[in-house]
């Protein structure tokens, strides 16, 4: 099979079930910003090289897992993934999980008194760019929703408004890990 399928050359793209959209549906355009999350959070992954941040590391691989259901989800206008299909499911569940991470994480971090500025550790700085892509994509499945208030299940925005404060605790974490002081504002 070859990556190219010349389908896409004329500016549309195939979603679930097969119809065919402009490339700058906003649909696409939701799906899109998650692909980019995901792609962003295994470079954020990448910058995970202590065995400290192990725990940062399969936290962000099992959220990339989330992404692609989350990202199947979204380009399935029909709602036709059978519920069987566990994997392409985003559910309360995986909500909960993420909660759990940031009441975990934000335990041992120091309470926040002020706005801080973003960056520090490389990982913390891509952590802090990822949550970023994460608001936008957020924001584009909103548009979406605005447009169609039956284009997607409701916990695909729960997850997403959830993982953008995830990421947020994860980078203070990895900054606290690495010894980088958080710039107050």
């Known amino acids: 099979m070859k990556i190219y399928t010349k ?11 097969g119809t065919r959209v402009s490339k700058a549906d906003p649909r696409v355009a939701a799906y899109g910003d998650v692909d ?35 990202g199947a989800r979204l380009a399935d206008p029909g709602h ?21 991470w940031i009441d975990a994480l934000e335990a041992a971090l120091p309470p926040l008194r002020r706005f801080i500025l973003a960056g520090g550790s490389e ?13 936008r994509a957020e924001r584009a499945m909103v548009a979406l929703l605005a447009g169609d208030g039956d284009a997607f299940e409701g916990d695909l925005l729960i997850y ?7 990421l947020f605790v994860m980078a203070r974490r990895a900054n606290l890990r690495a010894g980088t002081p958080e710039i107050e504002w």
């Open 123 to 135: 990982a913390g700085g891509a952590l802090h760019v990822a949550r970023t892509i994460c608001r």
């Open 80 to 100: 036709k993934i059978a519920d069987r299909v566990s994997k392409a499911a985003v559910t309360p569940a995986d909500i909960a999980r993420l909660e759990e």
């Open 7 to 17: 389908t896409g050359d004329s500016g549309e793209t195939g979603l679930f079930g």
């Open 160 to 166: 997403v408004n959830r993982l953008s404060d995830l």
């Open 36 to 70: 980019e999350l995901n792609a962003y959070l295994g470079f954020a992954r990448a910058t995970l090289v202590s065995a400290a941040d192990g725990e940062l590391a399969a936290m962000l691989e099992q959220i990339q897992k989330d992404l692609f259901a989350l």
